[in-house]
């Protein structure tokens, strides 16, 4: 608590003057184009390693970065944060990408795949069954995260599994046919600082480098001139 208050004194003392017409412009409300699902864990800093201002990222943060999938009729079969999150995001601001961001050392990761189930946490004990579908495919096989711990494995796998558990509402699989909506998997390496992107030609996440960034950057502005193109001849 005590690097919290230094920490503010900090910001009003240096860094608020650079941020005071940013603030004041938030003040009147928010337009973020992002809604980024990562991880609780203290060591995933969206802002810091995307280099984003505030106002650039909504962000939904719980443990594990999960998101339990929907009935037909689009409400949660378990906690509902999550979906509400995403309903206030895509029917509320300008959202047109999601990012699940996953990272590496995940302890929600690590208990799952120990088969974590204590009396004494009933509710995360509860939550971790989010990601027991992704246990399930892990343990099929395959080539997601060749060569990494089997809980960096596990958590990739995650990273696709909560993908497609957002599918299941139907808010965001209309927005998905429509081509409103992009929905992007990262995984994160803490001890290389580096975001890793999954590409479903190589079937594996990708370091997003230099030649990966321009071919992602080059994808979404032709991404957004269909979808563009599309709504004039509507």
């Known amino acids: 608590m005590k690097k919290l ?7 009003q003392r240096h860094s608020l003057p650079a941020y005071r017409s940013t603030f004041a412009r938030l003040a009147n409300g928010q337009a973020p184009d992002c ?9 995933v800093v969206p802002n810091l390693f995307a280099s984003t201002n ?11 970065n999960m998101v339990p999938p929907s009935d037909a009729s689009g ?11 995403l309903e206030f995001s895509l029917l509320t601001l300008p959202v047109k990408d999601i990012v699940v961001c996953g990272h590496s050392g995940c302890g929600a990761m690590k208990a799952i795949l120990s088969g974590y189930n204590d009396q004494k946490t009933p509710n ?13 495919a892990f343990e099929r096989g395959g080539k997601i995260g060749d060569g990494l711990a089997p809980y960096d494995r596990l958590s990739q796998y995650s990273v696709l599994q ?15 046919a429509a081509g409103t909506v992009r929905l992007h998997g990262w995984w994160f390496d803490i001890g290389q600082a580096r975001v890793h992107a999954y590409r479903p030609s190589l079937e ?9 960034g321009e071919r992602m950057l ?3 502005e032709r991404s957004s001139g269909a979808e563009e193109a599309s709504t004039s001849a509507a």
């Open 218 to 220: 080059k994808e979404m």
């Open 162 to 176: 909560q993908m497609e558990n957002l599918k299941t509402y139907p808010l965001v699989r209309d927005r998905l």
């Open 35 to 43: 809604l980024f699902i990562a991880c609780a864990d203290s060591r």
């Open 124 to 136: 995360l004990s509860s939550w971790l069954d989010v990601g027991r579908p992704a246990l399930a």
């Open 75 to 85: 409400l949660s079969l378990s906690d509902r944060s999550e979906a509400a999150a």
């Open 204 to 212: 594996r996440f990708a370091p997003i480098d230099e030649l990966e």
């Open 54 to 64: 505030p106002g650039d990222l909504f962000v939904m943060r719980n443990v594990g």
């Open 5 to 11: 208050v230094q920490g503010l004194l900090d910001f």
